[in-house]
């Protein structure tokens, strides 16, 4: 039976070990769980050969990488090379190499027998376990300060090269407003119901939730409210004088019942938070406007900054977006219809969250569905532009938003849209248009390799008459050769 190596990967750097008794322990997985759960007779079964340790963390990171991503760097290629037994081939060697990984395993497999399975699983579980025994050089503390340095370095660069990593702020930004939105509608119902009992009649004439709790705080108890002098103010804050002069009328034959001080003092309050919650949904709508013009500026200009949100936020991801087909992106939000209408093998949905960007709500009801194809069509063209374009631009964006018009047009007046070809062509020059510069510089740096490869096919001139005159020559000689050969 061949031998068996065990390879190990630490945080501190590359082990072999190799495997003894392979006949006896390595035929049935209850022996080997037993010899692992006991550090002396493990160490009797499995014997330190080397160690490889890494001489800095940066080495480390690049090694644990490497592994990570299935790749044999030179280091542990060189590693192996010295510690295990030659062998002419691969086929030849009497040795067999454990490796956890089975793509690690694969690209060792040119030049070493790599082998994966469970028992070898099981038997490097055990040297994990049991490492600081069988490598006497290391301590538990040595080891365990190894690990968390690796592990912060590792994730701190699994995080900086996360490709997703500007869709996150999206994420939450449109998480929050949705939270956001559903606070203020609830705190803006009961600070209603709670003031109504005072004045009944602000709730119908004024209907906006802020405007609503800005009134409010500018009346505050009814018989206190000054009519004369308050009236300006009233009118800035309701937004117009007309509504403040309806509001000044029906203060003055209310119906409502007096409050005290003490539950005015907790009505305003409540008031106060609801503007506070929708100044801070403002902001975080410039927020995510602005955020989006950086990640998805196309996907905003087709169908809006919310829709384009959800629609990311839905998917994982911009680049989740950009791989769905246009049939996905139709009904992405409507999933639980979906299956239901396929369980009772009814109508499925014609849309989803993409209902919501004003497109298919304008068209026919007999027209809703070829609407939302084709607003489909054109989200998961402009996620795709978005996620895997260099060149960040909204050009594609506005002319597909005029080419949805045109469709809806043409769906309800006959008007023929233009060819997709022609309005991409648009598109793409009026984007060339934009970055002159960078074609110039291309151009000049085409233009000086072109002229360092023609200057020195003008010089040679002499030596390629001189080769042209060689071989006629030749030929010359070989006439006079064949003739001379005739008349012998």
């Known amino acids: 039976m ?22 006896e322990i390595g035929a049935e997985e209850d022996q080997v769980q037993e010899a692992i759960a006991d550090a002396k007779r493990f160490s009797k079964v499995c014997k330190f050969r080397a160690f490889l340790p890494f001489a800095t963390a940066e080495d480390a990171l690049e090694e644990v990488n490497a592994v990570c991503e299935g790749r044999a760097t030179e280091k542990l290629m060189s590693f192996l090379e010295m510690n295990l037994p030659k062998a002419k081939s691969v086929a030849k060697a009497k040795y067999q190499l454990g490796v956890a990984d089975p793509e690690l395993g694969r690209s060792l497999a040119e030049q070493f027998p790599a082998a994966t399975n469970d028992i070898i699983r099981e038997m490097l579980r055990g040297v994990r376990a049991h490492f600081s025994v069988l490598v006497k050089d290391l301590t538990l503390v040595d080891l365990d300060k190894a690990r968390l340095g690796l592990a912060h370095s590792y994730s701190r660069t699994k995080m900086q090269l996360d490709p997703n990593r500007q869709d996150k702020p999206i994420i939450n930004a449109i998480a929050l407003l949705d939270g956001l939105d559903k606070n203020i509608n609830t705190f803006a119902m009961r600070v209603k119901e709670w003031y109504a009992w005072h004045f009944p009649e602000l709730t119908k004439i004024v209907t906006d939730n802020e405007v609503y709790c800005r009134t409010l705080c500018h009346i505050g108890i009814r018989d206190s409210f ?13 937004g117009s004088e007309e509504i403040a002069e309806a509001v000044v009328k029906a203060l003055n034959m209310s119906m409502g019942q007096d409050i005290a001080e003490i539950d005015w003092s907790n009505i305003e309050r409540w008031a106060k938070q609801v503007l506070a919650l929708s100044e801070m949904r403002t902001a975080l709508s410039e927020y995510l406007t602005k955020k989006l013009d950086v990640v998805a500026p196309n996907l905003k200009t087709l169908i809006g900054e919310r829709v384009a949100a959800r629609l990311i936020s839905h998917a994982g991801s911009l680049t989740n977006l950009a791989k769905f087909p246009s049939s996905t992106v139709q009904i992405l939000g409507a999933e639980k219809a979906l ?60 002319k597909m938003k005029d080419q949805v018009e045109e469709r809806l047009r043409y769906l309800t007046e006959g008007v023929k849209p233009r060819k997709n070809l022609d309005v991409m062509q648009e598109a793409i020059a009026e984007l060339a248009g934009q970055n002159p510069k960078k074609e110039k510089k291309s151009k000049k740096a085409k233009a000086e390799p072109e002229e360092e490869d023609a200057a020195p096919a003008k010089r040679p001139r002499e030596n390629d008459a001189e080769e042209e005159e060689a071989p006629k020559k030749k030929k010359k000689k070989e006439k006079k050769e064949k003739a001379e050969a005739v008349e012998a």
């Not at 061949?2 to 006949?23: H, N, V």
């Not at 609407?371 to 960040?392: H, P, T």
């Open 2 to 23: 061949a031998d068996l190596y065990l390879l190990y990967e630490s945080a501190s750097g590359y082990a072999l070990m190799q495997k003894l008794d392979f006949e």
């Open 339 to 398: 299956f239901r209408a396929l369980k009772t093998k009814g109508n499925t949905p014609k849309y989803g969250l993409i209902f919501h960007c004003g497109f298919i709500g304008r068209a026919q009801q007999k027209n809703k569905g070829r609407i939302s194809r084709y607003v489909a069509n054109k989200c998961s063209l402009a996620s795709r532009i978005d996620c895997f374009s260099d060149a960040g631009s909204n050009i594609f964006g506005d």
């Open 226 to 238: 000054d009519v004369d002098g308050g009236l300006e103010g009233l009118a800035e804050v309701c």
